[in-house]
C-alpha cells in the first residue's frame, strides 16, 4: 500500500512539474513579427494575399480538429484564406516560426506582419475581431 502511495505521489509531482513549466512556456512565448505569405502556402504568391489566417497543426491533435471549423467560418466571414500547416509535414516552418504548442494560429495582415497569435484554442471571438481588424 505504501508503495503505490509513493508511485501515485510520484506521478503527481511530475504532473505539476511539467504544467508548470508548459505554464511558464505559454507566458513567455511570443509571437513572431512577421509571416511569410508562401510559407505553407500552394503556390500562394506574396501580393495575392493581402491578409491571411494560418494555424499550425499535428497529426494527432484533438483540439486542432476541434477549433478548425471554426476557423474555417471565421475565414470564410472575413474572406481570408486559412493556412494550415502541418508541423509533422513542415517541421522546418515549425522551427522557423517556433511553434512547439498546437494549435498556434496567427492573424496575418498586408505585408506579412503578425497582428495576434494564439498558443492552443483562441478564445471565443478574439480571432474574428482580429480579422476584422486586418480585412479590408
Request: charge should be neutral.
Amino acid at each position: 500500500m505504501l508503495i503505490r502511495l509513493l508511485v501515485v505521489a510520484g506521478v503527481a509531482l511530475a504532473v505539476w512539474a511539467l504544467s508548470g513549466s508548459l505554464r511558464r512556456y505559454v507566458a513567455n512565448a511570443r509571437t513572431p513579427e512577421r509571416f511569410d505569405a508562401t510559407d505553407g502556402s500552394a503556390g500562394l504568391a506574396k501580393a495575392e494575399a493581402s491578409a491571411m489566417l494560418v494555424t499550425f497543426s499535428g497529426p494527432y491533435c484533438l483540439e486542432c480538429e476541434e477549433v478548425l471549423p471554426r476557423l474555417q467560418a471565421a475565414s470564410a466571414a472575413h474572406a481570408v484564406p486559412l493556412r494550415v500547416i502541418d508541423i509533422k509535414r513542415s517541421p522546418e516552418l515549425a522551427a522557423k516560426y517556433d511553434v512547439r504548442l498546437t494549435p498556434t494560429t496567427f492573424v496575418v495582415g498586408s505585408g506579412g506582419a503578425v497582428h495576434a497569435g494564439w498558443l492552443g484554442t483562441p478564445p471565443e471571438g478574439a480571432v474574428e475581431e482580429a480579422l476584422a481588424a486586418v480585412a479590408v
